[in-house]
């Protein structure tokens, strides 16, 4: 069965960086795209950006453009989501989710990643 | 930005209860808006996709309707564990998304 597997909690301080990795199994990982979106606690779910596993084409939401880079490697069927010059803001559950095509729903969540960032 | 907004933000309903909850888009997206259900401490489950087809294994109580720029999500017939916040999202936009504010639902 479809299954994406996130890396565990993570503190950090303000100003620093986190990368969250998120495990692919169950698919094969080339045929789907993969979704960051992080939910602020309390609030609504945010989508932070894709990558197309199959040529590593990413579009990144304007809210998180300077900041975030999603990477992949296909050998381990994970891509990566690093998030720089972390604030207190960025304290969110992050999610990673894929979908058939661009124009479709995100059918499949990894169990996500809280991010604690504290100065 | 295709702004999702959703209504009511709150709702207090009792089993067995039918349920609307809507969505409007600032601009036209055809049919590109999926719901999904998300429960305390898990993460969003797939309900709708493309405003009315749902989405395997899902209880034949969820149902969606809507194009253009109005969606409604409905829950017949209310359960307990219906409990959650349902969030619309939009996939018209590309490469970009965005998704409603959330709607959440307790049960009395």
């Known amino acids: 069965q479809m299954q994406l597997v996130q890396s565990g909690a993570e503190v950090k301080k303000t100003g620093s960086s986190v990368k969250v990795s998120c495990k692919a199994s169950?698919?094969?990982?080339?045929?789907?795209?993969l979704h960051w979106v992080r939910q602020a606690p309390g609030q609504a779910l945010e989508w932070m950006g894709w990558?197309?596993?199959?040529?590593?084409?990413?579009n990144y939401a304007q809210n998180f453009q300077d900041r975030v880079t999603i990477t992949r490697d296909r050998s381990m069927t994970t891509a990566y989501m690093e998030l720089s010059s972390l604030r207190s803001e960025d304290t969110a559950m992050y999610y990673c989710?894929?979908?058939?095509?661009?124009?479709?729903?995100?059918?499949?969540w990894g169990q996500g990643t809280l991010v604690t960032v504290s100065s | 930005e295709i702004v999702l907004i959703q209504s009511p933000d709150f709702q207090s309903v009792t089993p067995k209860e039918k349920v609307t909850i809507t969505c409007r888009a600032s601009?036209?997206?055809?049919?590109?808006l999926h719901w999904y259900q998300q429960k305390p401490d898990q993460s969003p489950k797939l309900l709708i996709q493309?405003?009315?087809q749902s989405f395997s294994g899902v209880p034949s109580r969820f149902s969606g309707s809507g194009s253009g720029t109005d969606f409604t999500l409905t829950i017949n017939s209310l359960e307990a564990e219906d409990a959650a916040t349902y969030y619309c999202?939009?996939?018209?936009?590309?490469?970009?998304?965005?998704f409603g504010q959330g709607t959440k639902l307790e049960i009395k």
């Open positions: 989710a894929t979908s058939t095509v661009l124009d479709a729903p995100f059918d499949y």
């Open positions: 169950g698919y094969t990982f080339t045929y789907r795209h």
């Open positions: 493309y405003a009315s």
């Open positions: 601009q036209s997206i055809g049919n590109s």
């Open positions: 990558i197309t596993p199959f040529n590593g084409n990413t």
């Open positions: 999202h939009q996939s018209s936009s590309l490469p970009m998304y965005t």
